[in-house]
């Protein structure tokens, strides 16, 4: 059995985790702690208190104690908010303080495109213009190419948790680029994991959501791979660990 530790943000999409689980159908746990979100609001200063250590640190015992392998931030804005330099000092404080290896939904993007072997994207995103902007800046340090980037306006997580089927798929419709390799959906507030198949043969391209990347992050951790077809093109490649 592999334990993975998930800390997140809030109560908005956190039902795609035990969803996750299931689809992997395999010997995988999946150990979700709520943090303190503060005030909900996709706004610069907000999300960067949302990912303060102090909040990070609350999470940790209760993931230790699961007996969990690796631990992610699940949330992505609190994470790319703090830019380049700043996310990896935010992952090697939690990887100090939980006593095990540790990552964020961002870097989960990043590293997530390097093992698709692609590079130019589309990101559409919930947040607000200038908040994607940042998401943009993020992956074009992590090697990215970002062809488009499209922001919804949405200034709550609480708003976002209530986007259904349609929605989802008209913000990855009006994210589309025909330069994409990919297309990149980064909230872990929006409901993806039940429709990643559905979004991929829409597109025609690989679509990389936020809760998808966070638990594919946690297993590159944890040196498991999963072949999961229902999860998409990432959740597609040989196992390195037969399951």
Not at 41 to 47: E, M, P
Not at 51 to 77: I, P
């Amino acid at each position: 059995m592999t334990a993975l530790g998930f800390l997140y943000p809030g109560h908005s999409a956190e039902d795609d985790y035990p969803r996750i689980e299931q689809l992997l159908g395999s010997d995988i746990r999946v150990d979700l702690v709520h943090t303190d979100i503060g005030e909900d609001a996709h706004r610069v200063d907000a999300l960067r208190e949302m990912g303060s250590a102090d909040r990070l640190t609350a999470g940790v015992e209760q993931l230790r104690l699961s007996g969990a392998e690796a631990v992610v931030w699940a949330c992505t804005s609190g994470s790319f908010v703090h830019g380049w330099e700043g996310a990896h000092e935010q992952v090697r404080a939690l990887a100090r303080t939980a006593g095990m290896p540790a990552s964020s939904t961002s870097f989960g993007f990043v590293h997530a495109l390097g093992e698709l072997r692609l590079r130019r994207v589309a990101v559409g995103a919930t947040y607000p213009d200038d908040v994607a902007d940042l998401f943009a800046g993020f992956l074009r340090a992590g090697g990215a190419e970002v062809v488009s980037v499209r922001g919804s306006g949405i200034v709550t997580a609480a708003e976002v948790g209530q986007w259904g089927e349609d929605e989802v798929l008209a913000l990855a419709r009006r994210a589309d680029h025909e330069s994409a390799e990919a297309v990149l959906l980064p909230d872990t507030a929006l409901h993806t994991a039940a429709l990643i198949q559905v979004l991929e043969k829409e597109l025609s391209k690989p679509v990389l959501t936020a809760n998808q990347v966070t638990v594919w992050e946690a297993l590159r951790l944890a040196d498991r791979r999963v072949n999961a077809p229902a999860l998409g093109s990432l959740f597609t490649r040989e196992p390195i660990v037969q399951v």
